[in-house]
Structures are given as structure tokens and as C-alpha cells.
């Protein structure tokens, strides 16, 4: 009776318990509230950043052409045209710099002997006519010389040649959207005062974000540049990257979950895990500068995609190894369990009950760690990622750049065309981080379906 009382005595009366609860429901509200602000705050930070981006990507821009696009082809589209219809242009227009043409794009010698030598030495591995062989580039005729470029350059590289060097697309002022839709009698004012230097300059509304864009290497001039070879590369390196990382990362997690000994070792092995997710970025540059680069480089041929996909997979591997341990871990016991007991091997019961159980957790965690491997840079310029390129990668030992590296070196140029053509980047890199994200969030939920199934 004298516990009873005595525990009464502990609880709080009436108006204590509402004061108490109403001091509870204050706590909670605040902080609900502060939840809620905190996500609008994000929510508004994505939506100013998309609109920035979008803002720089399209608008009118004053441009002026050296040779009008009507006066080379009915309507003014070179897209059309074959291999033999643009050499032609070419010569028409540039016959004088048809041997340069040979030397950037397809000579493999020297710059400095490329006159010298014969055309079977200069231009070794590359299709041109067989009786030109034994002849340099200054005993050919000019017409020997557009056939050597009409045999020898993909259709794609002269319809670029013909963009840049004959109609020379300058663009002389770029507008962003906003000053587009609400500016436009100060653009009509300026487009008058660059007729007055440039009779040719003429007012139009572009997206810098076009087909065109995303099929077009690499250029020194905004108007003709494009994101094919950092797109290539990009996706050479992620490939390489999660074909290293993935299976590494999901058998390092095995191990330490499944098999490992809980001794002093392997706990030590998993918070040196834990820690080294938390590394900047940059040192694993440099881990790859120093083994992958120079140490390796008779494996991966030097500063090549294969080097970067390696350096990227050790720089996600802990992010994959400690979700996809996570993801082992809260498959349920019974489940291996219930394996064991039926007679199955601890591999049988990993293979097929506890993987299929743990896969959306592990690819939850990939899609996170592919998401950061998509978007660093500071790891690929340490290992000599190409800030200007115009060759495609073609295989793991190519020199390449990536989108992460050319928007850079896009946004450190002054003028304000390249920060057009950076926000366009920004926009195709985005849209491949969604579709990389949407195809694994695809396979987990299969995963989940055949499990529930």
C-alpha cells in the first residue's frame, strides 16, 4: 500500500501533465516548423539554380557570318551535304590551307618535318589514294589535296571544318532569356550599333542547347563547339568506373558482414573504410597521379580513361562498400536461417537469399556513389584529364575529357558565349545524372517487386 502511494505521489497531477504536454507540443511545432522552412529553402535554392542555368542556356544573340550559308547550299544547311560536297566548299574557299587542314587532322608525325616527308610516313594508317604514296603534301595539286581530306576525314569533321573556317559564325553579343523577354528594345539598340561594324550582323533567338551541340567536338569557337568527345569520355570513365567499383564494393561488404572474424583487424579495416568516404576527392587524384598514372602506367598506358575510371571507383568504393553493409545487415536472420535449415551452403544462403534480399539497398547506395563519380573534377585534372580535345575515345587508353572538365574550362574563358555554352553542358550533364539515376532506381524496384512477388 506504501509503494502504491508512494509511486502516485511520482506522477504528475493534472495541470503539472498539461503544462508539461504543452511545453512538449511548443517543442514539436517548432520544430516542424523549422523542417518545413528548411525543405521550401532547398526547394527554392533548386529552383533558382535550374532557372540560372536555363537562363544562360537560351536567348537572342547578335552573330555575323563571314560567307552567308545561302550562298554554299540551297536554304543555308550544310548538313546535308557528302564528304565530296564540303571538300569542294573547302577548296573554293580555302584552297590555300588544304595541306594545313591534312597536317592538324590526319598527319602523325612531327609538325616541324610534316612537309618533308612522304605522305606513306605522315599520314601512316590513315586512307588516301595509293598513287600519292611516294609524294609530300607540297608536290600534290590542290586537287590531289581535297582528294586526300574527302577520303580520309569523317563527313563529321569537314561539315566542322566547313562551319568554322568558310562560314566563321561569329558571335558578336549573346542575351540571356530574362534579358531576351524583357530587354529587347536595348538588344534592337545595340543590334544597330554593331550594323554600324558589321554589316552582316543580323538578330536571332538560339538555344544553345541543340542537336547540333551534343554531335559537334570540341572548338576554340563558341558558335561550332559541342559536347560529343566530353560526352564519349564520360561515359567510358563511368562505365570503367562502376565495372571496377561495383563488384569490388559489394564483395568487400560480403566479406566483412558474412565472413570476416569480429576481431581488432577487422574492426579497424571497417572504420578505416568509414573514414576514408570523408577523404577529399583531390587526394585520390593524386593517389591516382602517383600508382595509376605513373607507377602502372605500363597496365594503363599513362593519363588514359582507364586510369581515371580506377581513380573515380577508389574514390566511391567506401560509399558502396558501407551502404551495401548496411543493406546486408537488415536482411532479416531468419532468412539465413530458414537457408540453413533446408541445407543450403553459406554461399547458396548468401547468393540467393541474402544478395536478392540486400540488392535495392546496394543499389541505392551505387546510385549515390555513381551521382558523385558523375560530377567530380578535381580528381580528373590531377591526373591530366585533356581541357581541349577533338579526338573521340575509342577505347580504355585514349586520351579524353569529360563534361565536368569542360564546363570548367568553359566558365574560366572571359567571354560571355562560353558561359552560354557551359550552361548548356550543365543541362546535358544533369540529364545524364538523371537518366544514370532512373535506370538503377528501375532495377531496384524490379528487385523489390520479385521479392514481395
Do not use: C
Not at 140 to 160: G, H, K, N, P, Y
Amino acid at each position: 500500500m506504501s509503494a502504491s502511494v508512494s509511486q502516485a505521489n511520482l506522477l504528475p497531477t493534472g495541470a503539472e501533465f498539461q503544462k508539461g504536454l504543452a511545453r512538449r507540443n511548443f517543442r514539436g511545432s517548432v520544430w516542424g516548423r523549422f523542417y518545413s522552412l528548411s525543405l521550401l529553402v532547398a526547394i527554392l535554392a533548386l529552383i533558382a539554380l535550374v532557372l540560372n542555368i536555363v537562363n544562360s542556356a537560351f536567348g537572342y544573340a547578335i552573330t555575323a557570318y563571314e560567307v552567308e550559308p545561302t550562298a554554299l547550299v540551297a536554304g543555308g544547311d550544310v548538313g546535308g551535304l557528302d564528304a565530296e560536297q564540303l571538300v569542294v566548299i573547302l577548296q573554293d574557299y580555302q584552297e590555300r590551307r588544304l595541306p594545313v587542314y591534312i597536317r592538324d587532322n590526319l598527319s602523325v608525325v612531327d609538325p616541324s618535318i610534316f612537309t618533308q616527308v612522304p605522305l606513306s610516313e605522315s599520314l601512316a594508317g590513315r586512307t588516301f589514294p595509293a598513287e600519292l604514296a611516294a609524294m609530300t603534301v607540297t608536290e600534290l595539286t590542290r586537287d590531289q589535296q581535297a582528294a586526300v581530306l574527302a577520303a580520309s576525314l569523317s563527313v563529321d569533321t569537314l561539315r566542322s571544318l566547313v562551319e568554322v573556317e568558310v562560314i566563321g559564325e561569329q558571335v558578336i553579343h549573346p542575351y540571356a532569356l530574362s534579358e531576351s523577354l524583357f530587354e529587347r528594345s536595348r538588344i534592337d539598340a545595340e543590334l544597330l550599333e554593331a550594323l554600324e561594324d558589321e554589316p552582316n550582323a543580323r538578330l536571332e533567338f538560339r538555344s544553345w542547347l541543340n542537336f547540333e551541340f551534343l554531335t559537334a567536338a570540341g572548338s576554340s569557337d563558341p558558335a561550332a563547339a559541342g559536347v560529343r568527345t566530353a560526352l564519349l569520355g564520360t561515359l567510358w570513365v563511368i562505365f570503367i568506373t562502376v565495372l571496377f567499383a561495383f563488384p569490388v564494393g559489394v564483395g568487400a561488404a560480403i566479406y566483412l558482414e558474412e565472413y570476416a572474424v569480429p576481431n581488432r583487424l577487422n574492426k579497424l579495416i571497417e572504420t578505416n573504410i568509414r573514414n576514408l568516404a570523408g577523404v577529399p576527392s583531390i587526394i585520390y587524384g593524386l593517389l591516382g597521379l602517383a600508382v595509376l598514372v605513373r607507377s602502372l602506367e605500363f597496365i594503363t598506358q599513362g593519363r588514359t580513361i582507364l586510369s581515371a575510371g580506377l581513380t573515380l571507383g577508389l574514390l566511391i568504393l567506401p560509399v558502396i562498400i558501407i551502404n551495401s553493409q548496411e543493406a546486408i545487415r537488415a536482411v532479416p536472420s531468419s532468412i539465413r536461417e530458414a537457408s540453413f535449415g533446408v541445407g543450403a551452403t553459406k554461399w547458396q544462403t548468401i547468393w540467393n537469399q541474402v544478395l536478392p534480399a540486400a540488392m535495392p539497398g546496394i543499389l541505392t547506395g551505387t546510385i549515390l556513389a555513381m551521382s558523385r563519380a558523375v560530377g567530380e573534377t578535381a580528381p580528373l585534372i590531377v591526373i591530366g584529364a585533356s581541357t581541349f580535345i577533338v579526338t573521340d575515345p575509342t577505347s580504355p587508353f585514349a586520351k579524353f575529357t569529360a563534361l565536368p572538365i569542360q564546363i570548367y574550362q568553359w566558365t574560366a574563358r572571359p567571354q560571355s558565349e562560353f558561359r552560354a555554352i557551359a550552361a548548356a553542358a550543365i543541362i546535358v550533364l544533369l540529364v545524364l545524372l538523371l537518366l544514370f539515376n532512373a535506370t538503377a532506381i528501375i532495377l531496384r524496384q524490379r528487385y523489390r517487386k520479385s521479392l514481395q512477388g
